[in-house]
């Protein structure tokens, strides 16, 4: 059995399939803010869907980060680090990359189980 989550025309912004969430990459809702509010907002958006879903960040696998500019590595590790549950860390992965608009200073995508 497939559930999708917040389903679109072109995409769902979470899917779940044999007890794996699968989230699309998420972007800030306001592209004019600063790294750190796009990472806050970012990192809601995958909690939220995560509920939504069934699970939590206690129970992420793998979260990719999308960086247009790497020079922006250690602002964005200061929010992600305190939003992490560091008892349960996802394996991760960040690379520099031009994001679909840009004034977005980062995208992310998780898997968790639930």
Known sequence: MIQRYQAG?????????????????????????????????????????????GSDKSKLLAVNVFLPHISDFDAMNAVYDAWIDPANPPARACVEARLANPDLRVEMTAIAAL
Do not use: C, F, W
């Open 9 to 53: 025309k072109r995409m769902s912004q979470a899917v779940v399939h044999n007890g794996t969430v699968y989230i699309a990459g998420q972007v800030a809702d306001n592209p004019k803010g600063s790294l750190e509010e796009q990472t806050r907002s970012v990192l809601a958006k995958i909690e939220a869907l995560l509920a939504e879903a």
